[in-house]
């Protein structure tokens, strides 16, 4: 699949670089139903209550970021 070799480089080039990196796919997984309802039926694009947890995901990862940066860590 396009989209998994799509997961699997961004994960990769996140690692090598040191990037922070929002991980909707393993997020979504964890979900009870494999994030199916996060998901238009194209398995690709965000229904509006997808849409809403990677605000929230984005939202947790930047307040790590920032909680990093203060404790003096890049």
């Known amino acids: 699949r ?7 480089t961004a ?3 996140a690692r090598e670089s ?3 990196v929002v ?3 393993a997020a979504f997984a964890d979900e009870p139903d494999r994030g199916r309802a996060l998901m238009r039926d194209d398995g ?12 929230t ?4 990862a930047l307040a790590g970021a920032d909680a990093l940066r203060r404790r003096g860590r890049p």
């Open 2 to 8: 396009i989209h998994a070799r799509y997961v699997a």
């Open 11 to 13: 994960r990769r080039v």
């Open 18 to 20: 040191g990037a922070i």
């Open 23 to 25: 991980d909707a796919a």
């Open 44 to 55: 690709i694009h965000l229904t509006a209550a997808g849409i809403e947890r990677l605000a």
């Open 57 to 60: 995901l984005i939202d947790q």
